[in-house]
């Protein structure tokens, strides 16, 4: 299993392009290994009859504000903020295999 948490992390370091040592590589392998154990545990409960919610300090739902009509940036002026564009499109690198 360790070794699997291992090969998950590192394929998710270089997915997300990051440079990970063997001693970050492991301490992140073993709070992965604790957060799944958590999960299990979660996942282990009797929840039935239980409600959903959306916020755990709340016994209603939160206010929400009204919706309102504001003007846009416009594709120009957005694609003017990106690091790199092709026209009105904003270039991204490519993270999926």
């Given at each position: 299993?360790?070794?699997?948490?291992?090969?998950?992390v590192?394929?998710?370091?270089?997915?997300?392009?990051l440079?990970?040592?063997?001693?970050?590589?492991?301490?992140?392998?073993?709070?992965?290994s604790?957060?799944l154990?958590h999960v299990a545990?979660?996942?282990?409960?009797?929840?039935?009859?239980?409600?959903?919610?959306?916020?755990?300090?709340?016994?209603?739902?939160?206010p929400?504000?009204?919706?309102?009509?504001?003007?846009?940036l416009?594709?120009?002026?957005a694609a003017?903020?990106?690091?790199?564009?092709?026209g009105t499109?904003v270039?991204?690198?490519?993270?999926i295999?």
């Amino acid at each position: 299993m360790a070794q699997d948490l291992a090969a998950q992390v590192r394929r998710v370091a270089a997915l997300s392009n990051l440079a990970l040592s063997e001693g970050e590589l492991g301490a992140l392998a073993g709070e992965l290994s604790v957060i799944l154990a958590h999960v299990a545990e979660l996942h282990a409960l009797d929840l039935a009859g239980v409600p959903p919610m959306t916020h755990a300090a709340l016994d209603e739902a939160p206010p929400l504000r009204e919706d309102s009509v504001c003007p846009s940036l416009g594709a120009e002026r957005a694609a003017a903020l990106a690091p790199e564009r092709e026209g009105t499109q904003v270039v991204v690198p490519r993270v999926i295999e």
